[in-house]
């Protein structure tokens, strides 16, 4: 076979082996070109829902097939983008009464921003300033990775990022700090944003905080008339245990972005969802005021329909049941390492389980990382540490033996660390 023209994602192509071939999905598992079966417990870069190619995604998606493909989403639209704006205000938190359709979650933040300090410059009073959490991941693209942590990911593109304000990490013990610091952002410097993680920071290291925090966050924005961005990329779709991680603070955002699980993981699709008050900002006869956004696949009919099959899912199938199941397996199985000298924190928010490794040399570089990731490969579970942070992030069909060898397997990899210490 010929050399592979592919260049992979967050792929260091000089050290990472032969890439195995994917020839098939279902549930849980992917199958590989020699047949051996790879149990999925990240549920491919968090977007599996329900499981692979769900029955009734894959019909949604080939039917639709039948009568639409791309439609120009600027000065026409259709009855898949109509009916999942309408089911998505209807699941959100009240309040959000506006979808704006994208195509990534890094293009559901981009437009989130842009709304964001849209609406401060066409109601007169322009602010540009935002607020981000220490450890945020957001995205790639240049304006993501200006409201991400700094780090190995971004550093060769610093002189593009703009400037924001960081309020510390809610560690432990430390949350006041965190609202101190958003308290003297938004009254000295008139923040446009803050822009969240809701409940867990995914890629900055599976970092948990609790709903509380969340709230008080909130508070604090609408104090001082600071827009609440939740992005909810990550952690929408039940991965913390409700549909939406805000419901647990029982708090509306002002924008809301959604992506990964919005198609039940099957295929590409965002939504920025946002207040009345956001969108009468751009609401004119005065064209300039227009919302100037746009990306060629905006609302794929075929994609809004796999979203619309998997919110149809979420009402005729046990999907909370599931997730509620699934929360309760991952605390019993983190429960096994609690006391474990050799993990540093062990920790669970709904269906995701973090087992931070005590290792001298942390972060997403750390030695061990690739070792592991070999590691977990070599028994057929697709396990991705973020440098000494193993996590599990499965989907909702794996069952409780499968999360058992998963167990079993990290208890093994806690010790590949103690000898390479
Ligand atoms: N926001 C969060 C919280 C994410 O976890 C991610 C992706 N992991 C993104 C945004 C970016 O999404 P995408 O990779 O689809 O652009």
């Not at 439609?71 to 009240?94: C, D, M």
């Not at 474990?340 to 997403?364: C, P």
Request: proline content about 5%; aromatic content about 8%; some cysteine.
């Amino acid at each position: 076979m010929s050399r592979s023209a592919v260049w992979h994602p967050f792929t260091q192509h000089a050290v990472e082996p032969a890439l195995p071939k994917v020839v098939r999905t279902e549930g849980a598992y992917l199958q590989r070109d020699d047949g051996r079966r790879i149990l999925d417990a990240i549920s491919s870069w968090w977007v599996v829902t329900h499981g692979h190619r769900h029955p009734a995604i894959v019909e949604a998606i080939r039917s639709t097939a039948e009568t639409l493909d791309q439609i120009i989403f600027a000065g026409l639209t259709h009855a898949p983008a109509e009916e999942l704006a309408s089911a998505l205000i209807g699941l959100a938190p009240k309040g959000l009464d506006w979808v704006f359709y994208s195509d990534s979650g890094s293009t559901s933040v981009e437009v989130a921003l842009k709304m964001a300090l849209g609406y401060f410059r066409n109601i007169g009073a322009p602010r540009s300033r935002i607020v981000v959490m220490e450890s945020s991941y957001h995205g790639d693209t240049i304006g993501t990775m200006s409201v991400g942590a700094r780090g190995v990911f971004n550093a060769a593109y610093e002189p593009l990022l703009f400037d924001v304000d960081t309020i510390p990490f809610p560690a432990n013990g430390r949350e006041q700090e965190t609202l101190d610091a958003f308290e003297a952002f938004s009254r000295d410097r008139k923040a446009a944003a803050l822009i969240v993680e809701p409940l867990v920071l995914g890629a900055g290291g599976m970092r948990m905080y609790s709903p509380s925090i969340l709230a008080e966050l909130k508070r604090i924005a609408e104090a001082s008339g600071t827009l609440f961005i939740a992005d909810e990329v990550m952690t929408g779709w039940g991965r913390t245990g409700t549909l939406f991680a805000c419901e647990q603070a029982g708090i509306a955002p002002d924008i809301l972005c959604t992506s990964k699980g919005l198609t039940g993981g099957a295929i590409p699709l965002a939504a920025t969802l946002a207040t009345n008050a956001i969108f009468l900002a751009f609401y004119s006869p005065d064209r300039s005021r227009t919302f100037f956004h746009s990306s060629s696949y905006t609302a794929n009919p075929i994609a809004c329909a796999a979203a619309l099959a998997n919110i149809a899912i979420w009402r005729d199938e046990p999907v909370i049941e599931r997730v509620t199941t699934l929360t309760q397996l991952q605390a019993e199985g983190a429960r096994r390492f609690a006391e474990d000298s050799r993990f540093a924190d062990v920790r669970v928010t709904g269906t995701i389980a973090a087992f931070e490794l005590a290792v001298a040399n942390s972060g997403y570089l750390a030695e061990i990382g690739p070792k592991l990731r070999a590691f977990f490969l070599e028994r057929d579970l697709l396990v991705r540490p973020l440098g000494n942070v193993i996590y599990l992030l499965p989907p909702y069909c794996v069952s409780a033996s499968e999360l058992g060898r998963l167990h079993d397997a990290i208890d093994q990899a806690a010790d590949l660390v103690g000898q390479a210490r």
